[in-house]
C-alpha cells in the first residue's frame, strides 16, 4: 500500500479505540517526515542492517489503564504512510524494560526502513532499567499488577492496540503479525505463543529470559560464590582460564577457529583446576605485574560453568558455557557479563550486574537495601526457592504446551548463543526438548538453532543469524521451513568463515574433504559429539 493521506494522521482517526478490561485515556498522532536512520544488525537480532531513508509515518501514542489496578501504559506505534507492506511487526523489550527504551526503537526504526507497522510499550513501567519505581507497591510487598503488566497482559494488549490501530488507518488488517525480540524480547515472544497463541502468526523469540527464577540464579551465582568463598580473583585469572580452555577445546568439532563448537564436550573434559598456579601477565595489579592463576579463580570459573547449585551440589540452573566472556572484556559494547571483580585500589571486590541484584534485592528479598555480600549459601538457596514459588506464574514463560499456538498456524524460532554472557544456554536447550517432548511434531511449527561464539543477542566471534526473520517469514507465509540458516563467524587471523546454523538436535558439520572451512558449501547439517545432559 502507498500514498497513505497525511490528513488521516489525527488522533480522530483512531477515535473508536477500545480495548477490552482496560480504559482509553490518551490517544495522539504526529506526523513524521523525511526520516533517516541507519539501523545496525546487531540490534535487529535475526535481521540484516537496513538504511531508512526519507520516511515518513504516522506515530500514535496510546495511554490506558486497567480500571483498579493504578497502573498507566504507554504504546507506541509507527504506521507507514508510504509503501506498508501490510504486515505488523511487534517488538520487544529488555532487561527490565518492556519496550520504548533504545533497543525497541532500533527494531522500530528497522521495521520501518523494511516497510512494516511497528509497535511497542512500556507496560506502564518506564524505560529505565532499574525496577526500584515500580517493582514494590510498599515496603515489603511486590506490586505484582506491574509485575503481570511486565509478564503478560500488557504484551497482549500491545498486540490488539496495533492490529486496531492499523485497521483504523489501513481500513484492514495486517495480513501477517510477527513478534521479533531478544533477552526479555525473547521471553515476551514464548509468552506471547503459550499464553496469546492466536496473537502473532510468526514470532522470533531469541535468547529469551525463560524460567526468570532460575536463570537469574545461575546469572548471579559467580558473585555469590565469590562472596561466600570470601576472595575475588584477578580478571585476568578469569580471562586466562577461559583461554586455555578455547585453545583445549577449539578443535573439537574438527576446524581450528578460536570458537569452541563442542560446548558440552568441553565442560566435561577440560578442567580449570589443571591451571592453578600459573604464572600470566596481569594489567589489573596495581603494578601491573605477573601473577599466578589462584585455585579461588579455578573454583570460581568452575562454579560458574556448572551453574548455581544447593548446599549439598544438587543443581538449581545451568551455568555459562566454556569460552563465554566472563568479565566483559571482550564482550561487545553495551553488554555485561557476571564474574566481575573490580581490584583498581588493589584489592578486588565484587561487582555484580545491575540484573541479578535487582532480582535478589527488590524481588527475591523485598528490600531494595538487601546485603548481598553476606548472604549465606542457604539463604540464598531458600531465597531462590521462595523466588520460584511466588513469580513462576508470571515470568517462567516456559510452558511447553504449544498446541493451541501450532493450531492456529503460529511459526517460531529461537536462537541462543553458546557464549551468551547474560543468559545461559541451557534454558532454551531445556525448554525445546519439553516441548519436543510433549508435542514430536515440534519441527513443523518451533525450531531452535544453538550458535557457537555468539555472546548474549550479539557480540563474540560468531555474527547473527541474520536471514533468520526472512525464513520466519517464508515459513508462516508459503510454509518453507528454515533446514539450515547463513552465519558468519570471526576467525583469530582476523578472515570471515561463511557457515550455517541448523535446527536442533543437529549441528553444522564440517566436510573434511571439501577442504576449506570458510566456504558455506564444506558445512552441511548434521550429528556431531556428543549431548553432555549437565545442560539438560
Given amino acids: 500500500m502507498s500514498g497513505l493521506p497525511a490528513s488521516l494522521?489525527?488522533?480522530?482517526?483512531?477515535?473508536?479505540?477500545?480495548?477490552?478490561?482496560?480504559?482509553?485515556?490518551?490517544?495522539?498522532?504526529?506526523?513524521?517526515?523525511?526520516?533517516?536512520?541507519?539501523?545496525?544488525?546487531?540490534?535487529?537480532?535475526?535481521?540484516?542492517?537496513?538504511?531508512?531513508?526519507?520516511?515518513?509515518?504516522?506515530?500514535?501514542?496510546?495511554?490506558?489503564?486497567?480500571?483498579?489496578?493504578?497502573?498507566?501504559?504507554?504504546?507506541?506505534?509507527?504506521?507507514?504512510?508510504?509503501?506498508w507492506n501490510g504486515r505488523f511487526l511487534a517488538v520487544g523489550g529488555g532487561?527490565?524494560?518492556?519496550?520504548?527504551?533504545?533497543?525497541?526503537?532500533?527494531?522500530?526504526?528497522?521495521?520501518?526502513?523494511?516497510?512494516?507497522?511497528?509497535?511497542?510499550?512500556?507496560?506502564?513501567?518506564?524505560?529505565?532499567?532499574?525496577?526500584?519505581?515500580?517493582?514494590?507497591?510498599?515496603?515489603?510487598?511486590?506490586?505484582?499488577?506491574?509485575?503481570?503488566?511486565?509478564?503478560?497482559?500488557?504484551?497482549?494488549?500491545?498486540?490488539?492496540?496495533?492490529?486496531?490501530?492499523?485497521?483504523?488507518?489501513?481500513?484492514?488488517?495486517?495480513?501477517?503479525?510477527?513478534?521479533?525480540?531478544?533477552?526479555?524480547?525473547?521471553?515476551?515472544?514464548?509468552?506471547?505463543?503459550?499464553?496469546?497463541?492466536?496473537?502473532?502468526?510468526?514470532?522470533?523469540?531469541?535468547?529469551?529470559?525463560?524460567?526468570?527464577?532460575?536463570?537469574?540464579?545461575?546469572?548471579?551465582?559467580?558473585?555469590?560464590?565469590?562472596?561466600?568463598?570470601?576472595t575475588y580473583p584477578y580478571p585476568c585469572e578469569i580471562d586466562a582460564i577461559t583461554a586455555a580452555a578455547v585453545e583445549a577445546c577449539d578443535g573439537l568439532d574438527g576446524v581450528v577457529d578460536g570458537v569452541i563448537a563442542e560446548a558440552d564436550a568441553c565442560l566435561a573434559s577440560f578442567d580449570p583446576f589443571s591451571l592453578v598456579g600459573k604464572v600470566i601477565d596481569c594489567n589489573q595489579t596495581v603494578d601491573g605485574s605477573q601473577v599466578n592463576i589462584s585455585r579461588a579463580a579455578a573454583a570460581t570459573v568452575n562454579a560458574t560453568w556448572h551453574g548455581a547449585s544447593k548446599v549439598d551440589g544438587t543443581p538449581i540452573w545451568s551455568g555459562f558455557l566454556p569460552g563465554t566472556d566472563l568479565t566483559g572484556s571482550s564482550t561487545a559494547p553495551g553488554q555485561i557479563s557476571m564474574v566481575v571483580t573490580n581490584c583498581t585500589t588493589g584489592t578486588c571486590v565484587g561487582a555484580p550486574s545491575y540484573l541479578t541484584v535487582k532480582w535478589v534485592q527488590i524481588f527475591l528479598a523485598k528490600d531494595p537495601n538487601f546485603d548481598i555480600v553476606n548472604l549465606t549459601h542457604a539463604d540464598y538457596v531458600r531465597l531462590v526457592h521462595a523466588g520460584k514459588q511466588q513469580y513462576e506464574s508470571f515470568l517462567g514463560t516456559n510452558d511447553p504446551d504449544l498446541s493451541d499456538f501450532r493450531d492456529a498456524g503460529g511459526k517460531m524460532i529461537t536462537y541462543h548463543g553458546l557464549a551468551d554472557n547474560v543468559i545461559p544456554p541451557g534454558g532454551s536447550r531445556k525448554y525445546y526438548k519439553e516441548v519436543s517432548a510433549l508435542m514430536p511434531d515440534a519441527p513443523s511449527f518451533y525450531r531452535y538453532f544453538e550458535a557457537p561464539g555468539l555472546g548474549h543477542c550479539w557480540g563474540g566471534r560468531s555474527g547473527q543469524p541474520t536471514a533468520l526473520f526472512r525464513q520466519l517469514r517464508a515459513w508462516v507465509e508459503n510454509g518453507t521451513a528454515p533446514e539450515q540458516t547463513p552465519i558468519d563467524v570471526n576467525v583469530e587471523d582476523g578472515t570471515v568463515h561463511h557457515r550455517i546454523l541448523c535446527p536442533y538436535p543437529e549441528v553444522s558439520v564440517f566436510d573434511e574433504g571439501c577442504g576449506d572451512a570458510a566456504a558455506v558449501e564444506c558445512w552441511s547439517c548434521g550429528k556431531r559429539g556428543s549431548e553432555n545432559q549437565t545442560r539438560s
Avoid at 150 to 163: C, H, M, T, Y
Fill in 95 to 230: 532487561g527490565y524494560a518492556a519496550g520504548r527504551f533504545s533497543l525497541s526503537y532500533e527494531n522500530m526504526k528497522g521495521a520501518i526502513g523494511d516497510g512494516y507497522a511497528t509497535i511497542t510499550t512500556d507496560s506502564g513501567l518506564g524505560n529505565a532499567q532499574d525496577p526500584t519505581p515500580w517493582a514494590l507497591v510498599s515496603p515489603g510487598n511486590v506490586n505484582l499488577y506491574n509485575l503481570q503488566n511486565f509478564g503478560d497482559v500488557s504484551l497482549n494488549d500491545q498486540a490488539v492496540i496495533g492490529k486496531a490501530l492499523i485497521k483504523s488507518i489501513y481500513g484492514k488488517g495486517p495480513e501477517y503479525s510477527y513478534w521479533s525480540g531478544c533477552s526479555q524480547g525473547g521471553r515476551q515472544g514464548l509468552s506471547m505463543a503459550q499464553r496469546y497463541p492466536k496473537a502473532y502468526d510468526g514470532i522470533s523469540a531469541v535468547a529469551p529470559a525463560i524460567s526468570w527464577n532460575g536463570l537469574a540464579a545461575s546469572a548471579h551465582w559467580p558473585q555469590q560464590f565469590m562472596n561466600n568463598l570470601g
Fill in 9 to 83: 494522521c489525527v488522533s480522530d482517526t483512531f477515535a473508536g479505540l477500545s480495548l477490552p478490561g482496560a480504559e482509553i485515556l490518551s490517544v495522539s498522532a504526529l506526523l513524521v517526515t523525511n526520516y533517516t536512520a541507519s539501523v545496525a544488525a546487531t540490534f535487529r537480532f535475526t535481521q540484516p542492517a537496513v538504511e531508512v531513508q526519507d520516511a515518513t509515518f504516522c506515530n500514535v501514542t496510546v495511554a490506558y489503564t486497567h480500571p483498579g489496578q493504578n497502573d498507566n501504559i504507554i504504546t507506541e506505534a509507527w504506521l507507514p504512510t508510504d509503501d
